[in-house]
């Protein structure tokens, strides 16, 4: 039975970690390739317009991205199914309306540069992500890795064209993603049209929307704090640092995401599995055995990355952003503790108790805050990657607690190891640069 299940994970994580492996590839061109020719000030405003952006998304969304997938997801009722998406679409519809209104108003007391352009990637953004877990969950998961391989490609491919053809510099990083979100959106839906064709006005009724909004505001608050733990270190880097620091900082967060490359596509196969298992006698066991493989998976590949990517710094960046390399490794550890706690948030998703999901991620955010501000201060761009990585650890640790009253899951050896080998590794890596 084990076998079986674990057959399923690994079909499911090979086609998302596809879609999402070719998306991160390509995407993951821009910032290098782009290092060469932009200033670190330049690098750094962008990166950090990008973060508001994705720091109002929640907001904005509400976050129904989560809610849309997880209803849609459990029921074959094909009514039911017209409810969600049409009340979802219409409240998001209200929403950007909502943005329409006050956008115009903020230009007038704020002067932003490439506010238009802002706005529109917050339009881009949010039906993008609604979208997608649409497909997801009406069409299928390959349609979902498509859609993405298009959004990727097409980014890089529009960047590059703006940038070295037509001299946009940083304009051609905010259309080339404007224009492949919508351009992904059209070629998925454009020949299948059958999420189009359930929108209709007349599926929109408030108890769905009530049930939408029910499982959505919670995680809408966990997002939003997520999303400040994340910003927020940005942000001192700027007011502590300067700009030029917050280029350095966007380039190795750039490349630590590749190690994401893994808690990605196996967060949302795991999404799928562990809804469909949740119920089984022999859960516990099965929860338990995934869990320190991932944890050994991920601990080995933080180790084969940073040292791998410290060898190759040479034909991967400007010699202006060397100083990134040292702190890839930590972000490397940070990555890794927080694949761990998104691994307890699927748990919290199967019983939909969301609620516990925000309290995890407020309490985070909390204990980030006074961490980031004097760990940034006097410590630099490494005080900020470490604040980073307390605050993941303590949010893995308060899930792996937490969930122990519903469904306890038993670390072996093999994670006591992993975590050892991730610690000695760390000493080697930075008595080998200091040398």
Same mark, same amino acid.
């Given at each position: 039975?084990?076998?079986?299940?674990?057959?399923?994970?690994?079909?499911?994580?090979?086609?998302?970690?596809?879609?999402?492996?070719? %998306?991160?590839?390509?995407?993951?061109?821009?910032?290098?390739?782009?290092?060469?020719?932009?200033?670190?000030?330049?690098?750094?405003?962008?990166?950090?317009? =990008?973060?508001?952006?994705?720091?109002?998304?929640?907001?904005?969304?509400?976050?129904?991205?989560?809610?849309?997938?997880?209803?849609?997801?459990?029921?074959?009722?094909?009514?039911?199914?017209?409810?969600?998406?049409?009340?979802?679409?219409?409240?998001?519809?209200?929403?950007?309306?909502?943005?329409?209104?006050?956008?115009?108003?903020?230009?007038?007391?704020?002067?932003?540069?490439?506010?238009?352009?802002?706005?529109?990637?917050?339009?881009?953004?949010?039906? !993008?992500?609604? !979208?997608?877990?649409?497909?997801?969950?009406?069409?299928?998961?390959?349609?979902?890795?498509?859609?993405?391989?298009?959004?990727?490609?097409?980014?890089?491919?529009?960047?590059?064209?703006?940038?070295?053809?037509?001299?946009?510099?940083?304009?051609?990083?905010?259309?080339?993603?404007?224009?492949?979100?919508?351009?992904?959106?059209?070629?998925?839906?454009?020949?299948?049209?059958?999420?189009?064709?359930?929108?209709?006005?007349?599926?929109?009724?408030?108890?769905?929307?009530?049930?939408?909004?029910?499982?959505?505001?919670?995680?809408?608050?966990?997002?939003?704090?997520?999303?400040?733990?994340?910003?927020?270190?940005?942000?001192?880097?700027?007011?502590?640092?300067?700009?030029? %620091?917050?280029?350095?900082?966007?380039?190795?967060?750039?490349?630590?995401?590749?190690?994401?490359?893994?808690?990605?596509?196996?967060?949302?196969?795991?999404?799928?599995?562990?809804?469909?298992?949740?119920?089984?006698?022999?859960?516990?066991?099965?929860?338990?055995?995934?869990? %320190?493989?991932?944890?050994? +998976?991920?601990?080995?590949?933080?180790?084969?990355?940073?040292?791998?990517?410290?060898?190759?710094?040479?034909?991967?960046?400007?010699?202006?952003?060397?100083?990134? @390399?040292?702190?890839?490794?930590?972000?490397?550890?940070?990555?890794?503790?927080?694949?761990? +706690?998104?691994?307890?948030?699927?748990?919290?998703?199967?019983?939909?108790?969301?609620?516990?999901?925000?309290?995890?991620?407020?309490?985070?955010?909390?204990?980030?805050?006074?961490?980031? @501000?004097?760990?940034?201060?006097?410590?630099?761009?490494?005080?900020?990657?470490?604040?980073?990585?307390?605050?993941?650890?303590?949010?893995?640790?308060?899930?792996?607690?937490?969930?122990?009253?519903?469904?306890?899951?038993?670390?072996?050896?093999?994670?006591?190891? +992993?975590?050892? =080998?991730?610690?000695?590794?760390?000493?080697?890596?930075?008595?080998?640069?200091?040398?």
């Amino acid at each position: 039975m084990l076998i079986e299940r674990n057959k399923r994970l690994v079909k499911d994580f090979a086609v998302y970690g596809f879609g999402i492996l070719g %998306n991160r590839l390509f995407v993951f061109l821009l910032y290098p390739v782009l290092s060469f020719f932009l200033e670190k000030q330049e690098l750094g405003y962008y990166d950090l317009s =990008l973060e508001t952006v994705l720091f109002l998304l929640p907001v904005i969304t509400l976050q129904m991205r989560e809610s849309t997938f997880r209803l849609l997801i459990d029921t074959n009722d094909e009514s039911y199914k017209r409810h969600i998406l049409t009340t979802t679409f219409v409240i998001e519809g209200v929403m950007l309306l909502i943005v329409t209104a006050i956008a115009p108003i903020l230009s007038i007391f704020f002067t932003i540069r490439h506010f238009f352009l802002i706005v529109l990637s917050i339009y881009a953004y949010s039906l !993008y992500e609604l !979208y997608l877990q649409a497909i997801r969950a009406i069409y299928s998961s390959k349609c979902y890795v498509l859609a993405s391989l298009i959004t990727s490609f097409t980014t890089v491919v529009l960047t590059f064209l703006l940038f070295f053809v037509f001299n946009r510099g940083i304009e051609a990083l905010f259309i080339g993603t404007i224009v492949a979100r919508i351009t992904a959106i059209l070629v998925i839906e454009l020949p299948r049209r059958k999420i189009i064709g359930s929108l209709s006005l007349h599926y929109f009724k408030k108890k769905y929307a009530k049930e939408i909004l029910h499982y959505s505001i919670p995680l809408m608050w966990a997002a939003i704090s997520y999303a400040f733990i994340t910003f927020s270190g940005k942000f001192f880097v700027a007011y502590f640092l300067g700009s030029e %620091n917050n280029g350095i900082l966007a380039i190795a967060q750039k490349y630590m995401s590749i190690l994401l490359l893994i808690g990605v596509p196996f967060h949302l196969a795991w999404q799928e599995t562990s809804v469909k298992y949740y119920q089984e006698k022999d859960r516990e066991r099965y929860f338990s055995d995934v869990f %320190n493989k991932y944890a050994v +998976a991920l601990c080995v590949l933080s180790l084969i990355f940073s040292f791998g990517l410290r060898f190759f710094k040479s034909f991967l960046m400007g010699a202006e952003y060397y100083p990134s @390399i040292n702190l890839i490794y930590v972000y490397c550890i940070s990555a890794t503790f927080f694949c761990l +706690a998104q691994f307890f948030e699927v748990i919290f998703q199967c019983t939909k108790q969301t609620s516990k999901i925000l309290f995890s991620f407020a309490s985070c955010a909390i204990i980030s805050l006074p961490l980031t @501000i004097f760990l940034t201060k006097y410590y630099g761009l490494m005080g900020t990657v470490i604040a980073l990585i307390i605050a993941y650890l303590y949010l893995f640790l308060y899930r792996f607690f937490q969930t122990k009253k519903t469904l306890p899951v038993r670390l072996n050896k093999s994670f006591y190891l +992993a975590m050892f =080998l991730l610690a000695f590794g760390g000493i080697i890596f930075y008595y080998t640069t200091s040398s």
